[in-house]
């Protein structure tokens, strides 16, 4: 675990030492587990859901829109993982049995509001979690965490949680204006004169 930041490091994809000791304890054997870890720090693991954390599964676009979410207006989250091109939100127990529901309850107005499809991983599932430490520049593709666990008992959100940023993803996405453009802001002072009507 030498590889690993202590918890007093602020970096949001890497996993410090008292993380990795959180999620090994999700195994059966956390010992074995760290030990694993510890001579392949490289390497992704796979962790059984239901009795430390469940992971929702969703497209990485609606992900980050959650995520936005989540930061911008809502509690924050708990770890949050990549892997091909869907993101994992790590969230309380329970909360895979719980969410389906209160998504299929929620009433969306009509057809036009899109919420992709949700894996909600809990208990009887596993899942790939990312390697311990970043992947080098040439396995980017890797799976990797964009926030990381760092400490013995992070905060997980719960269905209420995740139900609040489902909704909100969806609902505000036709709405949203876009973030970036590749056309340079019009400039406010500007005098602008109708040149339509020139002969």
Avoid: K
Avoid at 9 to 26: F, I, K, M, P
Avoid at 141 to 165: E, K
Wanted: hydrophobic fraction near 40%.
């Amino acid at each position: 675990m030498r590889l690993l930041r202590d918890e007093g490091g602020h970096q949001a994809g890497e996993v410090t030492a008292a993380g990795a000791a959180w999620l090994s304890s999700a195994a059966s054997h956390p010992r074995s587990t760290l030990a694993l870890w510890e001579g392949r720090p490289t390497a992704p693991g796979v962790l059984p859901c239901g009795t430390v954390f469940d992971v929702v599964n969703v497209p990485s676009i609606f992900g980050r829109r959650m995520l936005d979410r989540l930061w911008a207006e809502g509690p924050g989250s708990g770890p949050v993982a990549i892997h091909r091109g869907r993101m994992l939100l790590f969230a309380a127990p329970g909360t895979a049995q719980r969410l389906p529901s209160l998504l299929e309850w929620e009433e969306w107005h009509g057809s036009d509001v899109p919420v992709p499809p949700l894996l909600c991983h809990g208990a009887g599932d596993a899942v790939t979690v990312p390697a311990l430490v970043r992947p080098d520049r040439e396995n980017l593709g890797a799976a990797r965490w964009l926030v990381a666990p760092d400490t013995r008992r992070p905060w997980l959100p719960g269905p209420d949680v995740l139900l609040w940023a489902c909704v909100r993803a969806a609902r505000n996405e036709a709405t949203d204006p876009p973030r970036i453009s590749i056309f340079p802001r019009a400039d406010q002072g500007a005098n602008v004169y109708d040149v339509s009507r020139r002969r």
